[in-house]
């Protein structure tokens, strides 16, 4: 790529888009094309550098509006949490780039391994997973709930692109729905949500736990539910400082409660599972729960 | 400190206080006194992560204007200069983070070693440098320049609390007012001056070579001037990445041109100087130049 057609594809000053790939080279994050005079091509490890921003992106850009008001949160929260809300795209990006190392791969792991012939995914935003877990088994259908509609559309077009359309169902609904009509849970050999449950805590717990009996209800006995969550306050060295933002930010100011392993685990057995599996993750305060029935 | 009185001093609720406390010793940033029930102080190593947080804020919160318009920054570069203004809170808080550490103790060193009778600091903020150095040597007076009121009217204030103000003038005045009126500079022994030249590049660059040519004449055999500056795309290792970001904001957006060591040696050299030391600082990209008759 270089600066003249990188300029066109996005409309800009060719002379602008040359000095930021010449900024971007002198960061290390983009590298001259041998041969290829002018072009460039991003460094090998920019992937691990968006992971490494992400949660830099997290804290500061996600959270800002927390970051900026601090007195009226404090002082108000129910207001200021109306009034400020977060950009869901600077949440939904730095969350992919977190996710891209810390917990997308233990889960997507756990899910290949079961070769799942049925997969719901609860609050599945454009169904990355769903579609890489249908194109590596031809026989396996899907199902991708979010009630975000730009989400679903990105779904729709994106498992079009990836030729697993007719095997994925796209379904806009809150998660919340299925607590009266768990039709689309029907038949699912795995069902995965990541931190999708914490969102219903503490209001909604009585439909978090009603979801949960549905999920138990819809499925056979070789089946599991695979939840990423967040634990609070998690003590150990290396993840206490961003567990702490993270549980913070949930609990002041976004006004969520986070529960602890022992609570989850309390949880998934009151809704009829009957093994609860607790995989720490690479991201800090993330839990994967394996809980089968 | 306990969080009632923490409460009380800043006028928030004591319970959202107890809480952010309570994030703040999960997180390790505060600890618990002992014996004292409910009561915290920070943490020994606090002044290193704010030095290392400096970084962070510098280029999320201090540059942000920068970072949430790049295209009109990229279009209209002038306008959105002109429109997009920095918080200078945020300048002045990440670079006081970054300089705790990163070029203050260097600078400090060098004029502590010089003992000098006088000493004129250009851009000198809230003159805590300043404070500190008349507060060493009781016979030494010094000039504290810097254009902004408010930074003027604390750094008055400070001396009084520091019982220096009969040795410290302030003088609100931009730096540019020394090229036509040097008298500030009179009788100075040591003239520092730390990351204002390259504001006056490129359109004012005559203006800087008659200041340093100014500060040449006002000076004695035994004086010197010590300029913390940063060098474009510094390419070391250790140095690249966040010189990539200080050299593209400071051009792209700022519109500022920064000179490398050798152009900054050649600048001192035509202003009638004779001796240059360059020394490298813990800040990457910043040089700390010591410059003699």
Redesign the interface.
């Known amino acids: 790529m270089n600066a003249t057609k990188l300029a066109d594809d996005v409309d800009?000053?060719v002379k602008?888009?040359q000095?930021?790939l010449e900024?971007?080279e002198?960061?290390?994050i983009v590298t001259r094309v041998p041969g290829e005079d002018g072009s460039f091509r991003a460094v090998s490890d920019l992937e691990w550098l968006c992971y490494q921003a992400g949660y830099?992106s997290w804290a500061?850009?996600a959270n800002r509006p927390f970051v900026e008001n601090p007195?009226e949160f404090?002082?108000n929260p129910e207001t200021a949490r109306r009034t400020h809300l977060r950009d869901m795209r600077e949440v939904a990006v730095s969350s992919q780039w977190m996710g891209s190392k810390a917990f997308y791969p233990a889960l997507l792991s756990t899910v290949f391994e079961a070769r799942p012939r049925r997969i719901v995914d609860l609050g599945a935003g454009t169904a990355r997973m769903l579609i890489e877990v249908l194109q590596a088994f031809p026989e396996t259908t899907g199902v991708a709930l979010d009630m975000a509609h730009d989400a679903c559309t990105a779904a729709v077009e994106a498992s079009k692109f990836a030729g697993v359309d007719d095997r994925l169902t796209v379904v806009e609904a809150p998660i919340q729905s299925l607590a009266d009509d768990p039709t689309v849970l029907e038949g699912a050999q795995v069902i995965t949500a990541g931190f999708v449950f914490h969102d219903m805590m503490p209001e909604e717990e009585e439909t978090a736990d009603r979801i949960l009996r549905n999920c138990r209800s819809a499925m056979g006995s070789d089946g599991f539910l695979a939840i990423t969550e967040a634990v609070p306050?998690a003590?150990m060295g290396w993840e206490?400082?961003f567990?702490?933002?993270v549980?913070?930010m949930h609990?002041?100011f976004m006004g969520r409660r986070l529960l602890t392993e022992s609570q989850w685990r309390d949880k998934f057995l009151a809704a009829g599972f009957s093994e609860v599996v607790c995989i720490r993750q690479p991201f800090p305060t993330g839990r994967l729960f394996v809980v089968r029935p």
Chains 1, 2 share one sequence.
Do not use: K
């Open positions: 800009l000053p602008g888009v000095d930021l900024a971007y002198a960061a290390a830099v500061m850009n007195r404090l002082e306050y003590a206490r400082r567990s702490a933002l549980t913070y609990q002041q």
